[in-house]
């Protein structure tokens, strides 16, 4: 077990002031037998209703719709977390995490590229198969910020051949899951990085198990889990629109560390 | 009623006075047409009608089983009664949608069921339509209309009144209110059904609301009044398609929607009718299970027959359909509003062999019917008649209890011997009348 000290903070300053500016985060940790919330503190200003919520897949969301004008706009979540690996439970398998989503369906490149790997794959287990096909995207891909977008597939990233976590994410689930394994995007902090970051879980035996593709290992507990979906689409950490505004400015800090 | 057809020029007339319209979009440019109006009505009676409607009940009944189940427990896939990929690939499945319980466990409140009646008097269900069917307004106005016209025809002949449609709207839109006023959402007059959404709200005295009227706060929706205070809204039947209706969890740039609205939908603070996410139960592939899920859910034999239909996804199927294209008609799934479907018929052998390269390619994209032979009906034309192909389409409410409308709207091919009826392609409508005796 780890005890963990956890902040996410994002600002957005706009050039002018903008109102009915509704939002959707989904920066609030999950809360639950591997991943025991403590402690947890919550800012967001200016607000009106600050409203909790759950979405389709699971996750815990911070809704609001602020109709003062306003030219900043921030979010400061704080709290302690004892993570757990091994406390996990199994759970049923959703099927929806099997089959190709919005930013993960296969073109010719990554079709081309799960079949080469196809032979090596057979007879093994999900962990080992995604630990493979997480090798052959590495030798493929690079760490490139600036060259990507959020609305990047993963088709299209992996023809770029660089990119940042997200999309490091993204190739791999659309690899696993043309080979058979379910997999699905993780949106989440890790310790000592500063921002916030991506990885994969895929399913095994019951099991979700965490692999960061970007980082070239296995999760552990130095990682703080905050969203999952079929690819990014699904559990973006801040979703808003407003109405005014010019241009923005968005910062954000995140952090994890070990107590 | 061949009194009535004296009347078609008259009540073509008003019709378009009142502005009974529907828009299409065509080259990227808005188009208002006119919907041809024949005054020789589609006659059912009592005992046909009585037929249809048990086997309505026990469609719509199935359907709403299946989405409650498809979002939640997903039991039907696990018992492999139909194959998964069918419901995962489905454009009409909606993960967000997942694990909400609409109140009342109502998904499907207005089911528009196409229908065809064969040659040999039989009838078949060609579609199922659950998302935002239109259409009902048709016939009703139409039907005031012919009474005005020729109240005579109306006094010999025992026609039950359909005029009772927007009582039977209302009343499912206060069964599944969960507090708070009802509303009618349209996305605007550049909606091809805009005449319709402010009829439909004419008629329940629902609260006529554009997309710029409601919001959401603290998991509740309001519209908003002039005046600036706020009222609660408890039902809110939308004619905004799902991918439009929340930007907060769609299609992110979408005007129309009404941000956060799905949030308060899950938290039970509003009824959304009809319920997002109702493409998955009527994708024409899964079509082709609905006699089986009948058989699953309420261990019944279905009363209404689905069109003969072979889906390429299965070997046998697909053998069959590559072997007798010429016959077949075969439509693309993921198309709708008459878009997509093709008659072997009509293709050059060049074209069939496209097409059955296509099925082989991506069997999961299509599905391939006999062509049924409709009944044809007669139409007055030219101060004569003749005949054309006609389908019915049906519209079941279901709120506490499940309500076929006794009326329908039919519509019929403009060209002699065309299988197409669709509005958007030109085809035009009938009243339908259900005897009372």
Known sequence: MQRVEFSYSMKIEFSAPVVRHCFSLRCLPFNNEWQRIRELFIDVSPHNVLTETADGFGNRILTDRITEPHTLFSVYVNGIAEIDLTAAEAEPLNGIYKYPSQHTACGPLLTALAEAQRAACANRSPTEKAKLLMEALRARFSYQSGVTRVETTAEQALELGCGVCQDYAHILIALCRALGVPARYVAGIQEGTGETHAWVEIYDNGYWVGIDPTNHKMVDEHYLKLSHGRDFADCGINRGLFIGGCTQKQTVEASVRVL | MYRLIDHKEEINRLLSRYGVKFGIYKNNEFHERLFPFDPIPRILTKNEFAFLEKGLRQRVHTLNLFLNDIYGKKQILKDGVLPEDFVYLSKGFLPPCENIAPPERVYNHISGIDLVQGKDMAWYVLEDNLRIPSGASYPMIARDLCRRAAPDTFETNAVTDNRDYGKLLKRVLDDVNVGGIDVILTPGRYNSAFFEHSYLAEQTGAVFAMPQDLFVEGNVLYYSEYSGERRRVGTVYRRISDEYIDPMTFLPDSLLGVPHLLDAYRAGNVAVVNAPGNGVADDKGIYYFVPEMIRYYLGEEPILQN????????????????????????????????????FGSDLTKDERQKLAEAIRENPRRFIAQEVVDFRELTVAEGGSVTTRKADLRAFVLYGKEITVWKSGLTRYAREAGSYVVNSSQGGGFKDTWVLSR
Do not use: I, M, Q
């Open chain 2, 307 to 342: 069109a003969p239909t072979y889906l390429p996804y299965y070997e046998t199927d697909r053998a069959y359909v590559l072997e007798h294209l010429e016959r077949l008609v075969v439509k693309d799934v993921s198309e709708a509003g008459g878009y997509g479907v093709v």
